[in-house]
């Protein structure tokens, strides 16, 4: 048999950074920075190291790392709380993965509670493996209501969302998520906006945008009825699609 060669590239690493947003909670903090590994291929296995530096001093410290779609965790889910945290004080967590899919994600969570028990929540995503430029479009969760949808992260390509319960996800534009099939619009460091086309209790067709905040679930929706008589001019209202089946 002949020797098999192969070269292996560094990882290419995304980590999608936290800004604070006006009027939002700023986030945990802590600094979250994983260790190069080596690229892995479909159906490999590796060890990602992700460290969490204390940027303050905290009550208690709690890290975890989730895999998402085309990535497994090869043991139980790696978790740690540490308590009376220092400033600089750093933990990790070694996580064995293994790639299902040309590329995937890992996401690290670090909830952090500073004096006076102020709880605050950072996540940083990190691909593993090589993501092609031309995609499918996918559909994720059919079963779902948007209302159960959170945004948890993006880098303006990318956007990494979870169902209440479910596990996390990756999209991009053009994808759809949950029962009425809401297409992905567009993917902002701070915004997610979606499509969704559904009939009301009226039995007429309604088209509704949907606008996320990162770290929101929800959102807020805007009704965009595409009648014929309507006028030129509207503002949007946010409305719940009550008992809303797809539109076919």
Known sequence: MSKFRRIIPTLCCLLLAEPILAGQK??????????????????????????????????????????????TLVADKPEATFDGVKRGDAHSLEVKIRLNAPWGFISAFATATTHGDQERTKVASLLVGTREKASVTNSFDPEEDLSRLTFMNSNGLKAVVRFAGKPLRVVSVGDHLGKNKAEVKAIE????????????????????????????????????????????????????????????
């Open 189 to 248: 460091a701070d915004r997610l906006v979606l499509e969704e086309t559904y009939i009301g209790p009226d039995g007429r067709p309604n088209k509704a945008q949907i606008i996320l905040k990162k770290g929101e679930t929800g959102g807020t929706r805007y009704l965009q009825r595409p009648d014929n008589d309507a006028p030129p001019a509207r503002r949007p209202v946010p409305v719940a699609p009550t008992g809303s089946t797809l539109r076919k």
């Open 26 to 71: 700023p986030t945990a903090p802590v600094d979250i920075t994983p260790k190069t590994i080596s690229t892995i291929r479909q159906g490999e296995e590796a060890t990602a190291t992700i460290t969490f530096r204390a940027e303050a001093n905290l009550e208690r410290l709690e890290i975890s790392v989730e895999a998402s779609d085309g990535v």
